[in-house]
T-cell receptor, first 111, second 120 residues
Framework: TQLLEQSPQFLSIQEGENLTVYCNSSSVFSSLQWYRQEPGEGPVLLVTVVTGGEVKKLKRLTFQFGDARKDSSLHITAAQPGDTGLYLCAGAGAGSYQLTFGKGTKLSVIP | GAGVSQSPSNKVTEKGKDVELRCDPISGHTALYWYRQSLGQGLEFLIYFQGNSAPDKSGLPSDRFSAERTGGSVSTLTIQRTQQEDSAVYLC??????????????????FGPGTRLTVL
């Protein structure tokens, strides 16, 4: 069974601060996705990374896939209150349509 | 609307009753997934439909859970004899392709807003 551990589970920071969320596994994934979920809504895909060492940027968000494709990180620069939400990572194994989700990091950005 | 829709948005039921949850996927999406999200937990895979292939039911937690997809579109998740531990948000997602030339591959999944089920 593939497991994804996310840390931290909860994060409360002031507006303008930087933060990093981690997603770790002992398994290798063919691709890894990051989602953001707001209360009362389903998760929305932010990015997919597929290549070991890959770095993708989405405005103030930087996503990195580990060289061994077992871990990933999400870094947010100058966090804004609009970044508040639950951030989920999800990995897909080789040749699989199933996604394994982490438990999520609940981020609160205080104005 | 072009997104995935689910109904009802909230469902409160008594222990032992049956419930049906509905999912309308994005038109043209051949793959459909059901997940369960409990408080403090990640998304737990329940069942997967792809075209006319037999569904992957490997995530269903017990035989009280079943799902069907009619005409390759709308799906219904049924929970019989509900228990309090069934309380959770049930999410549906659809994607364009789940299977290409016999090779399974994950594609971008678009999620509905979920149905919050509360079993008293």
């Amino acid at each position: 069974t593939q497991l994804l551990e996310q840390s931290p589970q909860f994060l409360s920071i002031q507006e303008g601060e930087n933060l990093t969320v981690y997603c770790n596994s002992s398994s290798v994934f063919s691709s890894l996705q990051w989602y953001r979920q707001e209360p009362g809504e389903g998760p929305v895909l932010l990015v997919t990374v597929v290549t070991g060492g890959e770095v993708k940027k989405l405005k103030r968000l930087t996503f990195q896939f580990g060289d061994a494709r077992k871990d990933s990180s999400l870094h947010i620069t100058a966090a804004q209150p609009g970044d508040t939400g639950l951030y989920l990572c999800a990995g897909a194994g080789a040749g699989s349509y199933q996604l394994t989700f982490g438990k999520g990091t609940k981020l609160s950005v205080i104005p | 609307g072009a997104g995935v829709s689910q109904s009802p948005s909230n469902k409160v039921t008594e222990k032992g009753k049956d419930v049906e949850l509905r999912c309308d996927p994005i038109s043209g999406h051949t793959a459909l997934y059901w997940y369960r999200q409990s408080l403090g937990q990640g998304l737990e895979f329940l069942i997967y439909f792809q075209g006319n292939s037999a569904p992957d039911k490997s995530g269903l937690p017990s035989d009280r859970f079943s799902a069907e997809r009619t005409g390759g579109s709308v799906s219904t998740l049924t929970i019989q004899r509900t228990q309090q531990e069934d309380s959770a948000v049930y999410l549906c997602a659809s994607s364009l392709v789940g299977l290409i030339a016999g090779v399974s591959m994950a594609d971008t999944q678009y999620f509905g807003p979920g149905t919050r089920l509360t079993v008293l």
